[in-house]
């Protein structure tokens, strides 16, 4: 199965964070990515809505509320 993956800004539209905030969360590992060939960064979406070490091994939101983009 693939992962989806998105760029800095729409990870920061689908969680209302901002763009540093996101990158604080790949400095520390609290999200994955991957860097595209052109040396770009994009998030693994399945990776906004979990957080490592949470008690209990439930994941946790990150950020807000996840938005309705539809």
Do not use: H
């Not at 763009?19 to 040396?39: C, D, F, L, P, Q």
């Not at 399945?46 to 490592?52: A, F, K, T, V």
């Not at 209990?56 to 996840?66: F, Y």
């Amino acid at each position: 199965m693939e992962r989806k993956a998105v760029s800095i800004m729409k990870a920061c539209d689908l969680v209302g964070v901002s763009r540093r905030t996101i990158y604080n969360w790949i400095t520390s590992g609290k999200v994955e990515y991957v860097r595209t060939a052109g040396g770009s960064v994009r998030i693994f979406v399945d990776s906004l809505w979990r957080q490592p070490n949470a008690a209990g091994g439930q994941a946790e939101s990150l950020g807000a509320a996840p938005r309705n983009l539809s």
